[in-house]
């Protein structure tokens, strides 16, 4: 276990969002970050996560707390830097939490004091750098043990649930059982969705908060078709040899993607080809296999629609030992199927070494895909939906979780039974055979984005609630 890594984090300017969201959204935003600067006037707001790459909550973090700097409020980032034994127990709380059973270990009295100890040792490390008025967001399970150890250093502790499923069965309250006494002791518990607030906590301490995108990371940033042909073309995935892969970085600076992807693939995808895209960490919950069988199930004439799904390419991820893991299985899977259906399988493993180049590469691929699709089996939110929505693309996602929050089917896109493979294959067939629906779906996808889960919002959002929260202790 080594020393949590305190991230260098930029600060962005909260007013390009201005023109965004209209003069009243964005004087309610100046307001909270008025009332947040004069409230937190010598004091600090810690996020401590698990990891600095890959996943939906670094993602976030990475974009929203710049901003947050940006309007002068002193916001930082920890990351826990823990040996792989915990990583393995908290990825199989995940997946209990998830209801799903991950490696089938046990979470008893041992696995509980290995837990303790770790983030005992770990909160040593912060001693001296948090302060008694300081605020510590705590995100997920990996972190949820620290929260006795920051409430005994005086400082208001948030835990923020990012993930989680709506009717949790014995194995998920197995894991929430696990986790109470950490997260009883958090001053609050933010989740992502109001049915996924657990059952045993005083529901007078908990809200619930949609997660949110940034419009102007490398990750959702405008990108012309010129250009995503070009940074398709320079990560590998295409045949193309574009000059022009360029990008705005997140500090503001240009980049250019050099790196090229691990493409598991019989033949580039083509400019005219059809494609449906999923981008996702290796994970069975996304069910990457579903989407292989709905593809193998295809009739002919639809034989000229590709799929490509797309991650971190393995052994990225700190703290998911299972994504190796998957991706093999994955590529197993690929192999063993007819050639006429392998050939339109395209697997991508993403290099993690440059996140923004990594980002952009993730715009490129879901600007470029025909339909973006999501096949969760589980998903707390799902930031890949928002994603996608708001490049004005048609989702196809899982009638579960945060993707049915999301998206309002046949409005802002499509949902389906996720253990229907016939049902997914209908609804993308039916979207690249009218385009004009297609193009209608994605323009509300957008507004409904823009309207929903843009980051500026939700940090206006956050001082509010840190200002509520403060009224009440007082
Ligand atoms: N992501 C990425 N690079 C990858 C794969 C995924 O940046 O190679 C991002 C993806 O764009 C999204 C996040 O990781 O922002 C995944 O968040 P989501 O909520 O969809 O799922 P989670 O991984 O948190 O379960």
């Avoid at 974009?63 to 040996?83: F, H, K, M, Q």
């Avoid at 270990?105 to 983030?119: H, I, K, S, V």
């Avoid at 894991?175 to 609050?188: G, I, K, N, R, Y």
Wanted: proline fraction near 6%; glycine fraction near 10%.
């Amino acid at each position: 276990m080594a020393r949590p890594k305190f991230v260098l984090l930029p600060s962005r300017s909260p007013a390009a969002f201005a023109p965004l969201l209209g003069a009243a959204e964005y004087a309610r935003v100046e307001a909270a970050a008025r009332r947040a600067r004069e409230q937190f006037a010598g004091r600090a707001i810690w996020n401590v996560s698990s990891t600095l790459r890959g996943g939906g909550v670094a993602e976030m973090l990475r974009s929203l707390l710049p901003y947050a700097r940006g309007a002068w409020i002193d916001t930082r980032w920890a990351v826990l830097r823990e040996d792989p034994a915990f990583f393995r127990l908290t990825k199989r709380l995940h997946n209990n939490l998830h209801g799903d059973l991950g490696d089938g270990g046990p979470l008893g009295d041992e696995e509980r004091a290995a837990y303790e100890e770790t983030l005992e040792r770990s909160a040593r490390h912060f001693e001296g750098l948090v302060h008694t008025d300081d605020v510590v967001f705590l995100h997920d399970p990996q972190t949820a043990g620290l929260a006795p150890h920051f409430r005994a250093l005086g400082a208001t502790v948030v835990w923020r649930c990012h993930i989680g499923i709506d009717e949790p069965g014995a194995t998920a309250l197995a894991a929430q059982d696990f986790l109470l006494p950490d997260v009883a002791a958090a001053d609050l518990c933010v989740f992502s969705r109001r049915g996924l607030v657990w059952p045993d906590l005083d529901p007078d301490r908990c809200r619930a908060m949609a997660p949110s995108i940034d419009p102007f990371s490398p990750k959702n940033q405008e990108l012309g078709e010129g250009t995503v042909t070009a940074i398709l073309g320079a990560a590998g995935l295409t045949a193309d040899d574009a000059d022009g892969a360029l990008f705005t970085r997140a500090d503001g600076s240009p980049g250019r993607v050099e790196r090229r992807a691990e493409v598991i693939e019989d033949e580039p995808i083509a400019a005219t080809t059809k494609l449906v895209a999923q981008v996702s960490r290796w994970d069975r919950l996304k069910d990457p296999d579903g989407l292989l069988e709905c593809l193998a199930g295809e009739p002919a004439d639809a034989a000229d629609v590709h799929l490509l799904l797309a991650g971190p390419d393995a052994g990225a991820v700190a703290d998911d030992p299972e994504g190796a893991l998957v991706w093999n299985e994955v590529c197993g899977h690929r192999r063993a199927l007819p050639e006429a259906v392998r050939r339109r399988v395209h697997l991508v493993g993403l290099p993690m070494a440059d996140l923004d180049e990594n980002a952009v590469v993730v715009n490129a691929i879901q600007r470029r895909a025909d339909v973006v699709v999501q096949k969760s089996l589980a998903e707390g939110f799902g930031l890949t939906v928002a994603e996608a929505m708001w490049k004005r693309r048609p989702v196809v996602g899982s009638r579960i979780g945060g993707i049915a929050e999301q998206i309002v089917d046949g409005e802002s896109g499509l949902l389906v039974d996720p253990r229907d493979p016939r049902e997914l294959a209908a609804a993308i067939r039916g979207l690249l055979g009218d385009p004009r629906r297609a193009a209608r779906l994605g323009a509300a996808a957008h507004d409904r984005v823009r309207r929903r889960y843009l980051g500026i919002v939700r940090l206006a959002e956050y001082g509010e609630l840190l200002g509520e929260l403060e009224a009440a202790r007082a």
